[in-house]
């Protein structure tokens, strides 16, 4: 996300905090939740890399063929998850979009190719251009489903009982950690 350096910067700060609270929501949980927080500290620690100003990191080009190793391997992995259920179908297509975000940086010509993950520009001249449709269609994924989590954080009558979980595993922070994620991941597609 290489367009103003302070959006870019407020995206590292969001993404590398949400990586940071679920790394500590994974030390907190067990089985599928603890499997799943792992996979959101990778995503929001991958995602506040690729937001870095390019003023401040030109990575080799190497970086971008990693990436979309590394996140090709996650989405492997969300593949063959996708079966139990759950928010794997979610981690799937952010793995994917991540692969996609990754190849646009490194397409032959495109203006990341030579300066690694500087791809993510703000429009204009040596901007990278991804396929208009697959990128159209993520936004609009990613669209519905911040407003759907934003829905779902509206307050609601709190139950009346005995003291809540530990703020690691409120539900309501994953959620708001998810929509962070989902909010950034937006800004990064608007820049393709």
Same mark, same amino acid.
């Given at each position: 996300?290489?367009?103003?350096?302070?959006?870019?910067?407020?995206?590292?700060?969001?993404?590398?905090?949400?990586?940071?609270?679920?790394?500590?929501?994974?030390?907190?949980?067990?089985?599928?939740?603890?499997? #799943?927080?792992? *996979?959101? @500290?990778?995503?929001?620690? !991958?995602? /506040?890399?690729?937001?870095?100003?390019?003023? $401040? +990191? =030109?990575?080799?080009?190497?970086?971008?063929?990693?990436?979309?190793?590394?996140?090709?391997?996650?989405?492997?992995?969300?593949?063959?998850?996708?079966?139990?259920?759950?928010?794997?179908?979610?981690?799937?297509?952010?793995?994917?979009?991540?692969?996609?975000?990754?190849?646009?940086?490194?397409?032959?010509?495109?203006?990341? #190719?030579?300066? *690694?993950? @500087?791809?993510?520009?703000? !429009?204009? /001249?040596?901007?990278?251009?991804?396929?208009? $449709? +697959? =990128?159209?269609?993520?936004?609009?994924?990613?669209?519905?489903?911040?407003?759907?989590?934003?829905?779902?954080?509206?307050?609601?009558?709190?139950?009346?009982?005995?003291?809540?979980?530990?703020?690691?595993?409120?539900?309501?922070?994953?959620?708001?950690?998810?929509?962070?994620?989902?909010?950034?991941?937006?800004?990064?597609?608007?820049?393709?």
């Amino acid at each position: 996300m290489h367009g103003p350096a302070p959006s870019g910067w407020l995206l590292v700060a969001l993404c590398a905090a949400t990586g940071v609270y679920c790394l500590l929501r994974m030390r907190a949980c067990a089985g599928a939740e603890r499997e #799943a927080a792992g *996979g959101e @500290a990778v995503m929001g620690f !991958g995602m /506040a890399f690729m937001a870095l100003p390019a003023a $401040v +990191l =030109t990575p080799p080009d190497w970086v971008s063929p990693v990436y979309a190793a590394v996140f090709g391997a996650a989405a492997l992995h969300g593949l063959l998850a996708v079966r139990r259920g759950g928010h794997h179908l979610h981690h799937l297509v952010g793995s994917l979009a991540m692969v996609y975000m990754a190849l646009s940086m490194a397409a032959p010509g495109a203006a990341g #190719a030579q300066t *690694g993950h @500087a791809g993510h520009t703000a !429009g204009g /001249a040596g901007a990278v251009a991804g396929v208009p $449709v +697959l =990128t159209g269609g993520l936004l609009l994924y990613y669209t519905v489903y911040v407003l759907r989590s934003g829905a779902r954080l509206v307050p609601v009558a709190a139950a009346a009982g005995g003291p809540g979980p530990s703020w690691a595993t409120r539900p309501e922070l994953t959620l708001a950690c998810r929509l962070s994620m989902a909010l950034a991941m937006l800004a990064m597609l608007v820049t393709l």
